[in-house]
């Protein structure tokens, strides 16, 4: 079976300083894992995925994620918040082929100035 | 490069109403879907087709509908609107191994029953 949990509803940060949000899965498959990004009243925008090459994988405007197999973790960082990174963001899970996919409840990430 | 288009992006319906939700994507992706996310909640998967005239339940299938009589458009239907469907719905695309930008989501569109 196959689960996802966003281990914080909010996460609030100050402009300029590091952003971790974290993200525990399981699965009975070596699964593939996204972060997508959700802005006020729009869609969802990937971030960045794991497909089972490097761990340490790099997305869109500064963000990465490490794959960690012992600890089944994705965690979502950024060195530096900036304003615009105000979003709701979403882990998910897949197995190989696409439908079987689980999304993570979302992490709503506040920027204060 | 339009990606997935999804109209209507607001409705307002009454109880017991229907409505067809549209969903076109000009991709060539087989996998589509569509979701509901409501408030707090991740999304969760209402139907999905892994192809033209191939269609599966997903999740929270019940009081919704779909078909796939083309690669490019994935309607979904409301039969009987409740208040329990008040959501935004979201249609998605993809490969079926996830390549590229993994899934390919639309705009959205706010559904309010009342």
């Known amino acids: 079976a196959q689960s996802v949990t966003q281990l914080d509803s909010h996460v609030s940060v100050s402009e300029g300083t590091p952003v971790l949000l974290r993200c525990n899965y399981s699965?009975?498959?070596?699964?593939?894992l996204f972060w997508y990004v959700q802005h006020p009243n729009k869609g969802l925008q990937l971030l960045l995925k794991?497909?089972?090459?490097?761990?340490l994988v790099k997305g869109i405007n500064g963000f990465e994620a490490e794959f960690k197999k012992s600890e089944t973790s994705f965690h979502l960082t950024k060195p530096s918040a900036h304003m615009s990174d105000a979003a709701e963001y979403f882990c998910?899970?897949?197995?190989?082929?696409?439908?079987?996919?689980?999304f993570g409840a979302g992490t709503r990430l506040f920027v204060k100035a | 490069n339009a990606g997935v288009t999804q109209t209507p992006k607001f409705r307002i319906l009454k109880i017991g109403q229907s409505m067809t939700l549209q969903c076109a994507q000009d991709?060539?992706?087989?996998?589509m879907y569509w979701y509901r996310q409501d408030p707090g909640m991740g999304l969760k998967l209402i139907y999905y087709?892994?192809?033209?005239?191939?269609?599966d339940k997903g999740e929270v299938p019940n009081g919704y509908n779909v078909s796939r009589s083309t690669t490019e458009d994935f309607p979904l239907r409301l039969e009987l609107a409740a208040p329990s469907q008040t959501s935004v719905y979201f249609c998605?695309?993809?490969?079926?191994?996830?390549?590229?930008?993994?899934?390919?989501f639309g705009s959205g569109t706010r559904l309010t029953v009342v």
């Open positions: 998605a695309s993809s490969t079926r191994d996830l390549r590229g930008s993994g899934y390919t």
């Open positions: 699965s009975s498959y070596s699964p593939s």
């Open positions: 794991y497909t089972s090459a490097a761990t």
């Open positions: 998910v899970v897949s197995p190989t082929g696409g439908f079987k996919t689980i």
């Open positions: 991709m060539n992706h087989n996998y």
């Open positions: 087709s892994v192809g033209a005239g191939i269609t």
